[in-house]
Each structure stands twice: as C-alpha cells, then as structure tokens.
C-alpha cells in the first residue's frame, strides 16, 4: 500500500515538474508560448473533427437528395402506369379492343419493371412504410383486376345498368389519388429531413 502511494506521489511530482518546465520560463514568468500552441493544437484538433463531421453531414445529404431525384419520379410513373392499365383492361376486356390486348402485356412489363425497382431503391423500415404500403396495395389490386372483371363479365354486371364497375374504377381511383397525396406528403417529409441534415 506505502509502496503504491510512493510511486503515485512520484508520478506527480513528475507531472508537476513537467508542468512547470512547460507553462513557467526559467525566471519564473508565465510561458505564453506554450498556451498559445496548446489552444493552436486544439483549435487544430477542433477543425479536423467539425470539418469531418459537416463533410459526412454534407455527404448524407448529397446522397439522400440522389436518392430522392430516382425514387420520385419512378413513384409517379407507377402512379401513372396503373389508371392506365385499368383503363387499357377495360378497353380490351369489355369494349374487345383488339390494339388495347396488344398493348397491355407492354403495360404490365413496365409496372412490374417500376414496382421492382422501387422495391429495391427503398429501404424496408418504418419512415418508408407509408410509401411502400401504396406501391405494394397498388401491386395488390393490379393481380386481382382479371378477377373482378371475370366476374363482372359473367355475371354481366358492365353490359347492364349496375354500379359494379363504377365500385371498382372508385375504389382503384382513391387508392390511386390517396397514393399520390401521401407520396407528396412522404417526399415534401424527406425533403424538410434533408434541408436539416437529417
């Protein structure tokens, strides 16, 4: 126990001594130099860690923006596509429209192409699942659409005067006008993130 508190005395008459020799001059007076090089090693210090900080804030940032820039526009395409699928199955299916059958196995490779790729460009995590439940719901209801008008043309319901299809178009249509407004919303969101570095 002495022994430990001898080399801890020592130590610090090390220290002091040290101390001593660094901020007094020989003739006793304070040793301006050597806190002016401390605080200039410091403020050195300082600068190396802030500027490394804003340069990874500024990288976040540059990023997320480039993320935005392909996300976006992929989103209002897929947005775009789908009205136009319905419309293009709805020509084929019941006006029999020979150039619209062509057409909509075009139009399915593209919203397939875009649901994919929005898949693989947004992260799976909760400040995207508002986005990514309308790109998946919107997915959803494109599988199912040959079945709602199999059973609209079987059972006539679009020859005669019922609101069947009408149910359909209004359902597709607000789930398409609520993707929209809420992918405006999610985008303004992450645009105001961006703005405060986040």
């Not at 079945?147 to 789930?175: E, H, P, Q």
């Amino acid at each position: 126990m002495s022994n430990t508190l001898l080399n801890n005395n020592s130590n610090f008459k090390i220290v002091v001594s040290y101390a001593e020799k660094l901020f007094f001059t020989n003739k006793g007076y304070f040793n301006w130099i050597a806190i002016t090089g401390i605080i200039a090693i410091g403020t050195f210090i300082w600068t190396i860690w802030f500027n490394n900080k804003k340069y990874r804030a500024d990288l976040i940032s540059k990023t997320r923006i480039d993320w935005m820039n392909q996300v976006r526009p992929l989103y209002a395409q897929y947005i775009a596509a789908v009205p136009h699928y319905m419309f293009l199955y709805n020509k084929a299916m019941v006006g029999h429209d020979e150039r619209a059958i062509e057409v909509l196995t075009e139009q399915m490779d593209e919203i397939k192409r875009l649901y994919y790729e929005l898949n693989l460009y947004i992260p799976d995590n909760d400040s995207n699942k508002i986005i990514l439940n309308y790109i998946n719901l919107l997915w959803y209801e494109l599988s199912y659409v040959g079945d709602y008008y199999d059973y609209g043309i079987r059972k006539n319901l679009f020859a005669r005067s019922t609101s069947y299809k009408l149910d359909v178009d209004k359902y597709v249509s607000g789930l398409i006008n609520r993707s929209s407004t809420d992918g405006s919303k999610y985008f303004k969101n992450e645009w105001e993130k961006i703005k405060k570095g986040q």
